[in-house]
């Protein structure tokens, strides 16, 4: 069964940078797609940015031009550098990878997420009950 382990998170000032890694435990070449994704507390799980073979790498817009993935395959990891964070850039992130199955269908991986909290003194905070 293959891994995903991400690492690099932690909690940053508004306009600060960050880099997630993903450790992959399976080869490069065996994957058709592998990006990353994230969830915010009350909110669906949405991609941040992916690579399919074949195709251009895709970037959700509000991390366009603030956001780069990359990876590399001899050291089977892949990143995501994130510059200019802004308090609605936290959430918990997930590496993802998935594998075509011979016929149709599709084998998907997810990393066990890691928190990335932007905050610092300004701060808006919203409570709601």
């Known amino acids: 069964q293959a891994q995903l382990v991400e690492s690099g998170g932690g909690l940053v000032q508004p306009g600060g940078s960050l880099r997630l890694s993903c450790a992959v435990s399976?080869?490069?070449?065996?994957?058709?797609?592998m990006g990353w994704f994230r969830q915010a507390p009350g909110k669906q799980r949405e991609l941040v940015a992916a690579?399919?073979?074949?195709?251009?790498?895709n970037y959700a817009d509000s991390v366009k031009g603030r956001f780069t993935i990359s990876r590399d395959s001899d050291k089977n990891r892949m990143y995501l550098q994130m510059n200019n964070l802004n308090p609605e850039d936290t959430a918990v992130y997930y590496c993802?990878?998935?594998?075509?199955?011979?016929?149709?269908?599709?084998?998907?991986?997810w990393g066990q997420g890691i928190q990335v909290t932007v905050w610092g003194q300004g701060t808006q905070v919203t409570v709601s009950s």
């Open positions: 399976m080869s490069f070449y065996s994957i058709n797609t």
């Open positions: 690579f399919t073979f074949g195709a251009d790498t």
């Open positions: 993802y990878a998935d594998q075509l199955l011979a016929g149709r269908g599709r084998r998907e991986y």
